[in-house]
């Protein structure tokens, strides 16, 4: 028997080659696999960040949003503006046009007085617009019991209507609302049965302000009246002496009436004291002071004095 290295076969080489190949195989299963796990894992990772995002982004889940919709009272197209205290709100208020309307708004409703429109306005807009011890001071003025409210001393047949001469705001800041207004006014007696208007006075009315879009209103049509929680923190009105009286015009339609004209006595003349003879077929005068309202022009009303009252 002869001793000596052994040929290899075909057969021999071909299973050693197909183990190795398995090796190399299962090797490369493996690393494929770990390849996929990291994968799966990091898109894992990334989906859990984005939730975790937009769940922060979400909360609060439930949030009350107020919402001002304003409707176009000729167009009727109705646009809808959030109201909250973001900046889009700040810039809203910031605008001195919604400044001066609110300002407005509520001297009006203040020192106008109607018999018939005060329960359904006046009261209603400086509520809404007032804060506590504000209102609390104006709904001492108009008490019945109150000699010098409005409705005791004008009754229903005269009315006060307010005319605005000048707002100025006061204590704005860029981007920020003013703080605080002044308003120059006047006053004037409104005759409901003759239609005679005359000035009653020349004020001027300072207030303080502020904005609070979190106060929630008593009533919805409060909304209305009030949809950017204007609220007046202190008001106070004088008298104006440095606006000049204006002109006074008389009512629409009336005639403005003479002067009485005095002649002196002429020799021959008989004495003032002795009435002069009626001509048949003329009209008489009828003097100024028997005169009715309907007969006599629009001239300074008297109001009505709370002894005397209003039928």
């Given at each position: 028997?002869?001793?000596?290295?052994?040929?290899?076969?075909?057969?021999?080489?071909?299973?050693?080659?197909?183990?190795?190949?398995?090796?190399?195989t299962v090797a490369d299963l493996a690393r494929r696999s770990e390849k996929r796990a990291w994968w799966v894992a990091g898109a894992s990772l990334l989906m859990s960040l984005a939730l975790a995002g937009v769940l922060a982004y979400m909360q609060p889940l439930k949030k009350e949003v107020p919402y001002l919709v304003m409707v176009d009272p000729y167009a009727g197209i109705a646009r809808l503006a959030r109201v909250s205290g973001d900046d889009g709100f700040q810039s809203v208020i910031a605008k001195e046009s919604i400044n001066r309307a609110n300002i407005a708004s509520y001297v009006l409703a203040r020192e106008s007085y109607d018999s018939g429109l005060v329960n359904e306005r006046d009261y209603r807009t400086v509520y809404t617009m007032s804060e506590p011890d504000v209102w609390g001071a104006y709904s001492a003025t108009r008490d019945a019991r109150n000699p010098e409210s409005p409705g005791?001393?004008?009754?229903?047949?005269?009315?006060?209507?307010?005319?605005?001469?000048?707002?100025?705001?006061?204590g704005?800041?860029?981007?920020?609302?003013?703080?605080?207004?002044?308003?120059?006014?006047?006053?004037?007696?409104?005759?409901?049965s003759s239609g005679a208007t005359r000035l009653l006075d020349s004020r001027i009315a300072t207030m303080e302000f502020a904005y609070r879009p979190e106060l929630?209103?008593?009533?919805?049509?409060?909304?209305?009246?009030?949809?950017?929680?204007?609220?007046?923190?202190?008001?106070r009105s004088d008298l104006d002496s440095a606006t000049p009286a204006p002109a006074e015009f008389p009512a629409t339609g009336t005639a403005q009436p003479a002067a009485p004209t005095v002649t002196a006595p002429t020799?021959?003349?008989?004495?003032?004291?002795?009435?002069?003879?009626?001509?048949?077929?003329?009209?008489?005068?009828?003097?100024?002071?028997?005169?009715?309202?309907?007969?006599?022009?629009?001239?300074?009303?008297?109001?009505?004095?709370?002894?005397?009252?209003?039928?």
């Amino acid at each position: 028997m002869a001793f000596g290295k052994k040929k290899a076969s075909t057969a021999i080489d071909a299973a050693v080659n197909k183990a190795a190949n398995f090796e190399v195989t299962v090797a490369d299963l493996a690393r494929r696999s770990e390849k996929r796990a990291w994968w799966v894992a990091g898109a894992s990772l990334l989906m859990s960040l984005a939730l975790a995002g937009v769940l922060a982004y979400m909360q609060p889940l439930k949030k009350e949003v107020p919402y001002l919709v304003m409707v176009d009272p000729y167009a009727g197209i109705a646009r809808l503006a959030r109201v909250s205290g973001d900046d889009g709100f700040q810039s809203v208020i910031a605008k001195e046009s919604i400044n001066r309307a609110n300002i407005a708004s509520y001297v009006l409703a203040r020192e106008s007085y109607d018999s018939g429109l005060v329960n359904e306005r006046d009261y209603r807009t400086v509520y809404t617009m007032s804060e506590p011890d504000v209102w609390g001071a104006y709904s001492a003025t108009r008490d019945a019991r109150n000699p010098e409210s409005p409705g005791v001393m004008y009754g229903a047949r005269t009315a006060i209507r307010v005319k605005i001469t000048s707002v100025t705001p006061l204590g704005a800041k860029p981007g920020k609302p003013p703080t605080g207004a002044t308003v120059r006014y006047q006053r004037q007696l409104y005759d409901k049965s003759s239609g005679a208007t005359r000035l009653l006075d020349s004020r001027i009315a300072t207030m303080e302000f502020a904005y609070r879009p979190e106060l929630k209103m008593d009533r919805e049509d409060d909304n209305m009246v009030n949809p950017l929680r204007f609220r007046v923190t202190n008001y106070r009105s004088d008298l104006d002496s440095a606006t000049p009286a204006p002109a006074e015009f008389p009512a629409t339609g009336t005639a403005q009436p003479a002067a009485p004209t005095v002649t002196a006595p002429t020799a021959g003349a008989a004495p003032l004291s002795q009435p002069a003879t009626a001509v048949p077929g003329a009209a008489q005068p009828v003097p100024a002071s028997v005169q009715s309202p309907s007969q006599s022009a629009a001239g300074p009303v008297t109001p009505a004095s709370p002894t005397q009252g209003v039928k």
